[in-house]
């Protein structure tokens, strides 16, 4: 494993006398060095770049080192920057590496991006060869291997070994088996409860319920409770005939209401509909207590509808007062 890098301020301290380089602008002063020049496999590198940032510009640096297999970053890079009296200032950025190879391992070039009052520039920056020694000492021939040992030995039987597997084999699969005959048993236990089966009538009133638990009247949505509300008493009306569809405008359908229905119905769900609309599409704005009765209307309505082929209905079910 690589060693971590030292302190910052003492890898910084021990670059302060790096020796200037070459750069893509001969007037911007760029300089670079590593730190230690020479180093063993393992050990950690601070590649150190510091350049001047004029007044007004901003520099873009790379968060790390583009390296390749024979090493890798070893930590977060450092930067620092020091502030000079006529706003420029001298930036120095840290890169730890730790190499993987001996041998001569080149750094790569950095890439620098200024950005200011004129415009942008590019800095190129080379970083300085590091020298990358082994750990092991110079001279290895006085090494010899010791031959491989016997794990088990000449003499040590195989056979229980054998016998003890093949014995907990068996016994995973019988406990395997009665663990799925008890979860069978289990199963076969289960008594399904039918589903609750309600008829169009009480569908729509539980509908009606859920819509007025919404409290779309006490946030001044009545625009969205009253479309919820007729939406719902569409439905129910489109299930019970196929005439009295939802594609049906309210004044086709109180007609067919008249005429497969009887007078009365439409009579009475004639000006609850007409308020609706009014809510709906000539922005009515009722006040709370005139939309609930208007909702407990409908609901009403709903609950003594005589269905077609259904018994007569029963008395409705009074609406509680908070909900009304």
């Known amino acids: 494993m690589p060693r971590p890098p030292g302190p910052p301020h003492l890898a910084l301290a021990g670059l302060l006398a790096m ?13 670079a060095a ?5 180093t063993t496999i ?28 024979t090493a890798e970053n070893a930590g977060r890079r450092q930067v620092r920057e020091v502030e000079r009296p006529d706003g420029s200032r001298e930036v120095t950025v840290v890169y730890p590496v730790t190499p993987w ?3 001569t391992m080149a750094l790569p070039r950095i890439a620098i991006r200024l950005t200011g009052p004129q415009g942008e520039r590019l800095l190129t920056v080379v970083l300085p060869a590091v020298t990358v020694r082994s750990v092991l000492p110079a001279d290895t021939t006085g090494i010899q291997p010791k031959p491989p040992s016997d794990v088990l030995g000449p003499n040590r039987l195989l056979w229980p070994f054998v016998l003890a597997a093949i014995l907990l084999l068996l016994l995973l699969l019988a406990l395997a088996y009665w663990l799925w005959r008890r979860w069978r048993a289990r199963r076969d236990r289960v008594v399904e409860v039918p589903a609750e089966v309600l008829s169009p009538r009480e569908r729509t009133i539980r509908e009606f319920d859920r819509i007025r638990g919404l409290r779309l009247v006490e946030m001044g ?42 007078w009365g119905p439409a009579h009475e769900l ?6 609706a609309d009014l809510v709906k599409f000539a922005r009515r704005r009722p006040a709370a207590d005139e939309a609930l009765a208007e909702w407990a209307a409908l609901r009403r309505w709903v609950e003594t509808f005589p269905e077609p082929g259904a018994p007569a209905a029963a008395a409705p079910t009074p609406v509680p007062a908070e909900a009304a």
């Open 19 to 31: 020796a200037a380089l070459p750069a893509a602008s001969a007037a911007q002063q760029v300089r």
């Open 101 to 103: 190879r001996t041998g």
């Open 270 to 275: 004639t000006p609850l509909l007409g308020a």
């Open 42 to 69: 393992g050990g950690v590198v601070q590649a150190a770049v510091r350049f001047d940032l004029p007044a007004g510009y901003h520099a873009i640096v790379p968060d790390s080192l583009p390296l390749q297999g």
């Open 221 to 262: 949505e009545s625009k969205a409770f009253y479309s919820l509300v007729t939406a719902t008493l569409r439905e129910y009306l489109a299930g019970l005939d196929p005439r009295w569809g939802t594609d049906l405008t309210t004044s086709e359908l109180l007609a067919e209401l008249r005429e497969t229905a009887g």
């Open 34 to 38: 590593a730190a230690p020049d020479t």
